[in-house]
């Protein structure tokens, strides 16, 4: 039968067997034409059968690509990006000029080594799309994991073989698909952030500082705050930001490390997966993608999750706070600072339809929800001890405040005080076991403390004798007994 005698199901039967193969590397386009017949959009399965088909030719070990992702998230920031003009670049470079030197006011900690920039859409996302993909491939492996495991669960025990040999296959497809839906939500985000910390983590390159002009113009279009005032307060906000990540240098990587170790713990509900499998149908793709931006195939948080949520969200507070308070100390001379920062508090309370769809993703939203009371902590900090004894507490992990500080600020600034005053802190529970420890003395399981020696162990000079005077130790005397 002549190619030009086939029905359009043939036309694909071909395409398959073309893939299966390992054909003749580039689909025809006249082919793909043809599939029109069959209500299948040619460019989408084109790029279906390449991503297909380089699973097919990779190696074993072959992980998840991330290029889908960031081609999908650019096609979107540049749908209507802008790009930068020298008007904007000059009002926003002034702008940080001057809120680097109210900065410096209001902390101790040191200036950025670079200067900020003015970034458009699409330099947002190829500047934070690897920490999204950081914090995103643990999800990810889950969704290809449950993929794979679905599919060995559903099959016929005499065609096992055949589903081992498809995991690799199938790991690319659940993961180039979730990787699809990231640069969608990565994208959309571009249209949203004003600058490099409005999300509240470490997304920009480390000590790095930027707005987005097209983005401040749409913040600021109807709060009515002159334009001058509300480009002084956001660069003064963002360099807080960076100054506060690059100085304490273990703060990113806790951060990142807190949210991937909850990552990590999402799974994906086989049942509502296997449901959504067996009523999937091709030619309605959307879905599929309605399930993965709401959420539909992540269970219910675990109790570990909700923990670790909690400890996440005090962490981000506490950043927020202390960016919160050193704003408004250094923009205390703006006439409308306190109309800016409500504004932007909301803003971070409520959150956009992007960062929404983020946390459907990836089952978690990067709210600091404690955020008045870590600010109300900071301030309390601030008026007792001053900047710079309120600054060092990022110097090391074990000096930041906790959760416990933020229900009451009272309990921290008293410990500041008297530490001010050159007196020691109360010792508590971890002092005394570390006391303990040094002295020798090992609990035991009575709850009391053993000595180093079992009650029982007799010495290395045998019973005690009471009339055996080498028993007897003088003071000073330091010979083993």
Request: glycine fraction near 10%; aromatic fraction near 4%; avoid cysteine.
């Amino acid at each position: 039968m002549a190619d030009d005698d086939r029905t359009p199901e043939e036309e694909f039967q071909e395409l398959i067997r073309q893939l299966f193969g390992g054909g003749a590397g580039e689909l025809d386009p006249e082919q793909l034409s043809r599939l029109a017949g069959m209500n299948i959009d040619p460019a989408m399965m084109q790029t279906v059968m390449q991503h297909l088909q380089g699973a097919f030719a990779g190696g074993p070990d072959a992980g998840i690509s991330w290029d889908l992702a960031q081609r999908q998230a650019l096609h979107i920031a540049n749908q209507d990006g802008l790009g930068v003009t020298t008007g904007q670049r000059t009002d926003l470079d002034q702008a940080f000029g001057l809120a680097t030197l109210w900065l410096s006011e209001a902390t101790t900690i040191s200036d950025l080594p670079t200067p900020p920039k003015t970034l458009t859409r699409g330099g947002w996302v190829e500047a934070t799309l690897p920490v999204w993909q950081q914090l995103a491939e643990p999800v990810a492996t889950s969704i290809a994991d449950a993929l794979t495991a679905a599919l060995s669960e559903q099959a016929p025990e005499d065609m096992q073989g055949l589903v081992a040999g498809a995991g690799r296959l199938m790991r690319t497809v659940g993961g180039s698909l979730f990787a699809s839906q990231l640069g969608q939500v990565v994208g959309n985000l571009s249209k949203e952030v004003v600058s490099g910390g409005d999300v509240g983590i470490p997304i920009m390159p480390d000590g790095e500082a930027a707005i987005l002009p097209q983005n401040f113009a749409d913040f600021g279009r109807d709060l009515e705050v002159p334009e001058d005032q509300l480009a002084l307060y956001v660069a003064t906000r963002e360099l807080a930001h960076a100054r506060l990540f690059r100085h304490a240098r273990w703060l990113r990587l806790h951060v990142i490390s807190q949210i991937t170790d909850f990552a990590r713990g999402v799974h994906v509900d086989t049942d509502a997966l296997e449901d959504l499998a067996s009523r999937f149908d091709p030619s309605e793709p959307d879905e599929l993608r309605r399930a993965l931006e709401s959420g539909a195939l992540l269970p219910a948080r675990s109790e570990a999750q909700n923990a670790a949520l909690a400890r996440l969200e005090n962490l981000l507070a506490t950043i927020e706070g202390w960016v919160e308070v050193v704003t408004e100390q250094a923009t205390s001379r703006l006439p409308a600072a306190d109309r800016i920062a409500e504004a932007v508090r909301r803003r971070r309370a409520v959150g956009g339809p992007a960062e929404r769809a983020l946390g459907s993703l990836v089952g978690l939203e990067l709210r600091p929800r404690r955020m008045r009371e870590a600010a109300a902590m900071w301030r309390a900090v601030t008026d007792a001890v001053g900047p710079a004894a309120r600054d060092a507490l990022w110097d090391y992990p074990d000096l930041m405040p906790g959760s416990e500080d933020i229900d009451d600020p009272a309990a921290l600034v008293a410990r500041l005080e008297a530490r001010a005053r050159g007196e020691e802190p109360a010792p508590d529970e971890f002092d005394d076991a570390l006391a303990r420890l040094l002295a020798g003395e090992v609990p035991t399981a009575e709850g009391g403390a053993d000595t180093g020696q079992d009650a029982g162990e007799a010495s290395a000079d045998g019973p005690d004798d009471p009339d055996d005077p080498d028993d007897s130790s003088a003071p000073g005397d330091h010979r083993p007994v």
